[in-house]
T-cell receptor, first 117, second 113 residues
Framework: GAGVSQSPSNKVTEKGKDVELRCDPISGHTALYWYRQSLGQGLEFLIYFQGNSAPDKSGLPSDRFSAERTGGSVSTLTIQRTQQEDSAVYLC???????????????FGEGSRLTVL | AQSVAQPEDQVNVAEGNPLTVKCTYSVSGNPYLFWYVQYPNRGLQFLLKYITGDNLVKGSYGFEAEFNKSQTSFHLKKPSALVSDSALYFCAVRDEDFNKFYFGSGTKLNVKP
């Protein structure tokens, strides 16, 4: 696609429910990142996928958080048993893997705003 | 460990005046540095980057940034600010393994008419 697409743009859920957030990266981008941005805060790294390599999960805050990437394209971030502190904007970004003269900057989606009541 | 510091939470400038948003970094290898802008309720937009070469990098919307290796800084600048430049600005560094991007805490730029 033309840009990184995220859905839903807004999600309101009750504490304890599970949520799934979807990211469709730019076509041909092999690297995909998830970040979390709490209100007025910076970006917190969550997870990184590159091609068929094992993902870097070092930023996931707890075992309630998981992510997968199917077919090297679309990614889903799942939050189980949501808590109020999970409320944030979840940003997805993709980039070309660094081969030759690739640029390497991140292209961000518009984000999914999660509100846990 | 890699890190980025943006020492100012907020910068206020008058329209038409020059602006500077500060960024310092810490990396173990060669720095790959980026600036992004975020408008309200939007994702981050890429402004410019430094990978190698000229220390003065020019980017989108008239912004530029100067890489200073001795001071480990990558300050964002613009000669003449516009009200429409008001937004949240993030500095980022990518580690040499090309994996993670580390972001600063962001600086809110307010340009007043």
């Amino acid at each position: 696609g033309a840009g990184v697409s995220q859905s839903p743009s807004n999600k309101v859920t009750e504490k304890g429910k599970d949520v799934e957030l979807r990211c469709d990266p730019i076509s041909g981008h092999t690297a995909l990142y998830w970040y979390r941005q709490s209100l007025g805060q910076g970006l917190e790294f969550l997870i990184y996928f590159q091609g068929n390599s094992a993902p870097d999960k070092s930023g996931l805050p707890s075992d309630r958080f998981s992510a997968e990437r199917t077919g090297g394209s679309v990614s889903t971030l799942t939050i189980q048993r949501t808590q109020q502190e999970d409320s944030a904007v979840y940003l997805c970004a993709s980039s070309l893997w660094f081969l030759g003269t690739n640029t390497g900057e991140l292209f961000f989606g518009e984000g999914s705003r999660l509100t846990v009541l | 460990a890699q890190s980025v510091a943006q020492p100012e939470d907020q910068v206020n400038v008058a329209e038409g005046n020059p602006l500077t948003v500060k960024c310092t970094y810490s990396v173990s290898g060669n720095p790959y540095l980026f600036w992004y802008v975020q408008y309200p309720n939007r994702g981050l937009q890429f402004l410019l980057k430094y990978i190698t070469g000229d220390n003065l990098v020019k980017g989108s919307y008239g912004f530029e940034a100067e890489f200073n290796k001795s001071q480990t800084s990558f300050h964002l600048k613009k000669p003449s600010a516009l009200v429409s430049d008001s937004a949240l600005y993030f500095c980022a560094v990518r580690d040499e393994d090309f994996n993670k991007f580390y972001f600063g805490s962001g600086t809110k730029l307010n340009v007043k008419p």
